[in-house]
């Protein structure tokens, strides 16, 4: 068994989330991360791992330590990771991509592992299974879909705390223009086109 199998079990144990943040999102970023790594030329070691931890702790949108989601998870790498042979110098790398992956932190990570995984992240949030994330975690907060008067954000800010279609305009389609790596681009832009073609279809719904 590998290090990073260990590291999977030992996360799949940890991991009791909400549907948008469950073990399966874990994995799916895992998957991003491995395809990024290979065209990107980077330390699948500390991508991989850095994927498995990075959400280790993650506060739901309704509790206030939400935005510390990623720094606490960081603190849990480090425990985790000492107990494999990992070197003081690689536990740096994989603690600081973790905590500054998340949107909410606004860091563009230092190292090529940390925008790795920053990218994986936030490839999860876009296409199909992004919308399917969106509105798990709208339902789990009783958010309505979308504001009756303005449904699609055409003269007002959104406001994705109250709406859930906001977290489109709010974020969502932000995400292409944020990417760090190549090719991380240019998955992001094919799963953006899915997102503009359901809010199209939607309209079509709705108005």
Not at 10 to 21: E, F, G, Q, T, W
Not at 33 to 46: D, R, S, V
Not at 124 to 149: E, Q
Request: proline share 2%.
């Amino acid at each position: 068994m590998t290090v990073i199998d260990s590291i999977k079990i030992d996360v799949r144990k940890l991991i009791d989330n909400d549907s948008a943040h469950d073990f399966e999102h874990i994995m799916r970023v895992y998957r991003n991360a491995q395809k990024l790594c290979k065209k990107e030329n980077a330390n699948q070691k500390l991508v991989l791992s850095s994927a498995l931890l990075h959400d280790t702790v993650s506060y739901p949108k309704s509790d206030k330590r939400s935005k510390l989601s990623s720094i606490e998870s960081a603190k849990k790498s480090r425990l985790i990771l000492k107990k494999y042979d990992f070197s003081d110098n690689e536990i740096i790398i994989i603690h600081d991509a973790i905590r500054d992956h998340s949107f909410s932190q606004n860091k563009t990570p230092a190292t090529l592992e940390g925008k790795i995984l920053q990218d994986a992240d936030r490839l999860d949030a876009l296409g199909a299974v992004g919308i399917a994330r969106v509105f798990a975690t709208g339902g789990s907060l009783k958010r309505p879909f979308y504001n009756i008067d303005d449904p699609f954000c055409s003269a007002r800010t959104p406001d994705d705390e109250i709406w859930t279609v906001d977290h489109f305009y709010k974020k969502l389609l932000k995400l292409e223009s944020l990417m760090n790596t190549k090719s991380g681009k240019v998955e992001a832009k094919k799963r953006t086109k899915v997102l503009k073609e359901y809010l199209k279809n939607l309209k079509q719904e709705i108005l």
